[in-house]
């Protein structure tokens, strides 16, 4: 993983976590030409997508402006044209060309100059025409069903996918945006989206429930956001992730996995490795007793399977630092833990779509 790369996907991470921004950037990233805010919403099934695009301003880019006409009242955007008759209404209809010969002045249908062995003859003067004596003097139509002629048939819409009649009053205008994702940020986001996809596939094969974006208030009060809350077992496990951030990035993390596990345990996931030596002071002294367990790799790949180990380990109780917390404790760590540790919630509602 490139980490300038990565840097260009914002300050937070988080806003990547929300299963809707993840499935509007999934479906830009498989796109081959831009798309409208309509076809992603079709493609994703998420239905904010404007509000999901303007949290992705640099990464997303306008990529132009189409216009097109919708019937809002049957919702159709595409329509078929249907000719009657004005008489009748039937849609038997012949249109015929209407021809001059210019050589005698004779007005009548085309099909009237075809003589029998195919070729084209005059029917008032008999000579032989073609088609530079021939000037077409517009077109006229013929009803199958009462006989009228007529210049101009009754035209109507159907729209595409309604099927319903349309009438020209009913259309109105519209412009549609298209997006794209930014050349220089699309492989930092392919990477993202499959880290978070394995974050997820680790925490199911553990048996967990995922919570994306997950909002917990901290010890000191403040309202915090993580990736992932992960429900299992009756216990609940925070999950935050550290991706190319510098220090200031990681030190607002650790404190904010800090505030948050007097509530509920707290895994955060940071790579590559911290150089900043006080901030390793910090990450390192603070764990002991605290249900922070905060992990680096070099390597943003080995993530997934450190997760794993994590959730595998558990956590301590804050009561009795020697018991396991996690749902999948190792055998030698003892009991299950109950619902009446740690605070335990029902899920909170969660801002994700
Ligand atoms: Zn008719
Ligand atoms: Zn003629």
Redesign the pocket.
Known sequence: MDCAEVQRLGESLAPYCDPGIRAVLAELLKAKSPLTARQIAERSGVGAVEEALSRLSGVVRVAGTSYGTVARSTGDTRFYVKLSCPFCGSQDLEREELVE?T????VGRLSDFRAKDGSLR?P????P?DGPSLRSIGFWYECNGCHQTFPRPNISLIGADSGSEVSPEQLEPVKEVSYALSEEAAPAVRELLGLLGRLEGVASSRGYAVSWRFRLTGKSGVLHEFCMGLDGGGSRVLVDLVICGDPPRVLRSVTKAFDASAELPVILLIAPEVEDAALRVLMSAAITGLRARIITSGDPSDLPALLERALADGFPSPSAGREAQGPQAGPSRGRAPGRGELGYKPPPAIGAA
């Open positions: 010969h050589g005698c002045g004779y005059c008032r003067c008999g000579s025409v």
